[in-house]
């Protein structure tokens, strides 16, 4: 069993930066491939950036050039380094773990998620 605890979300002016972490319990973390996903009211789940164990990273479009994830295997935390943020970032975000290598863009293919968030972007 793994478990996920996610920090550092909060009220945020628009063009301003945040930086989310991820604890994960489980001596095989470094294993793992893991994401971070965000849901808005009334949307769907969706993929924001996932990294493989070897450090390799995938990002939705929407966050290209903006969003940078990281993972600290020592200490097994995953970060989300948010830059130039904007009100439609705004959502909960969730940290999740794919007990694979791989790492995946869907929400369905990540076996454990942490509580979530909560980011809010001001205008």
């Known amino acids: 069993q793994v478990q996920l605890v996610e920090s550092g979300g909060e009220l945020v002016q628009g063009g301003g930066s945040l930086r989310l972490s991820c604890v994960a319990s489980?001596?095989?973390?470094?294993?793992?491939?893991m994401g971070w996903f965000r849901q808005a009211p009334g949307k769907e789940r969706e993929f924001v950036a996932t990294?493989?164990?070897?450090?390799?990273?995938r990002y939705a479009d929407s966050v290209k050039g903006r969003f940078t994830i990281s993972r600290d295997n020592a200490k097994n935390t995953l970060y989300l380094q948010m830059n130039s943020l904007k009100p439609e970032d705004t959502a909960v975000y969730y940290c999740?773990?794919?007990?694979?290598?791989?790492?995946?863009?869907?929400?369905?293919?990540?076996?454990?998620w942490g509580q979530g968030t909560q980011v809010t972007v001001s205008s």
């Open positions: 990294i493989m164990w070897s450090g390799s990273t």
């Open positions: 999740a773990a794919r007990v694979v290598t791989y790492y995946s863009t869907s929400v369905n293919e990540y076996n454990y």
């Open positions: 489980g001596r095989t973390f470094s294993r793992y491939a």
